[in-house]
């Protein structure tokens, strides 16, 4: 058991701290950061050891490859090469931010954090702290988001302590995240980009700089041997109550749940409701969640992984959701809630 250190952003001014956070990167050890998208667990990418903790804190599946951040474009030179055109347009407008990029490899690129693949995925993040912990190592930092492998990403940093308190040297508490959905992933290996995760950077604005793009569906990554997006074929950001999502008129959808609701109290069953602001007062349950107003959708995005451990928290056995299938983050909010569900989907 680690005697885990949790440092605030402020006391990332003090040398000492900044000592601490490089050589406990150096040394293959793990820091969680926060960033702009969702807390990330990170290691010095060189660091065998490092990485290896990494998979193994984390729960993670070793073909599921980790995006390897730095400060900088530059600094990725060594390690990858870049075969289209429309890449530099794209780093111009994205980076930093929430998109990962990922290229074909060079040999510098140690195989334990490309789960075996031939390319690599890399991001330039913008949140300040994630930006410091990277100019305090100096060195590529790999981060996974900074989850037990399954459970839904964390934004809060007691989501954080909740599965790394105790296995990792370091914590940086840097409150909500702002996003609150992991980064857009998109190949930029062949002539048509390809999503393989949607994000907060949308088609639309991928496509307004390069040629159309393709969307790498999970059927057919999970066809291949070698999926496209590896962590696209696990079950993923799961809360550990049923979750059902309800699809349909809002009237019918409460109706629903309310019916529902009666039989499980009947057993004995908790249920969760997680809806947005305007029908928060329209369940027979205490266990609400309002996520934030159907029209806000970055409210949406930004509170979804904290309704779904907030769940946890209050051992629901069943949850049931709305589906939110407005705005422009609808691909990447409905995508994380799809498989939360399991693709337990009734259209009422
Ligand atoms: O927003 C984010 O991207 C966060 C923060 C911490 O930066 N990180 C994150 O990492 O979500 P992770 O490891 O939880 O998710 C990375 C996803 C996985 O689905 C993985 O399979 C995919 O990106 N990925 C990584 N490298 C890849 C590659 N070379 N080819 C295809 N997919 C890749
Ligand atoms: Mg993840």
Redesign the pocket.
Known sequence: MIDTRIYTPKDLQRKTVQDDIRQTLLSGKNVVFP?E????IGAFALSEKGVRNIYSVKGRPSD????V?VRDVSELKPYIHIDQPYVEALIDAFWPG?L?L?FRRKQTVPDNI?GG?E???T?V?SHPVAREILSIAGVPVC???ANISGRP?STLFEHVLEDFNHTVDIIIDGGKSDVGL??T?L?VTKKRPVI??PGVITRSMIEAITPPVTIATEAESEEKAIP?????KYRHYAPEGRLTIVEGDAENVIAYINEQTRKHQEENERVGVITTGEHADAFDTPYVFNIGESADEAAIASNLYIALRTMDQLKIDHIYSFSFHKGRYKEAIMNRLYKAANHRIIRV
């Open positions: 960033t998208t969702v807390y990330g599921n490859p980790l995006i951040h929430p990962t990922v490309t693949l390319t690599v995925g991001r993040p981060a996974p988001s990403s992991e980064s992933v190949d393989l995760r496209k997006a590896p962590g696209m």
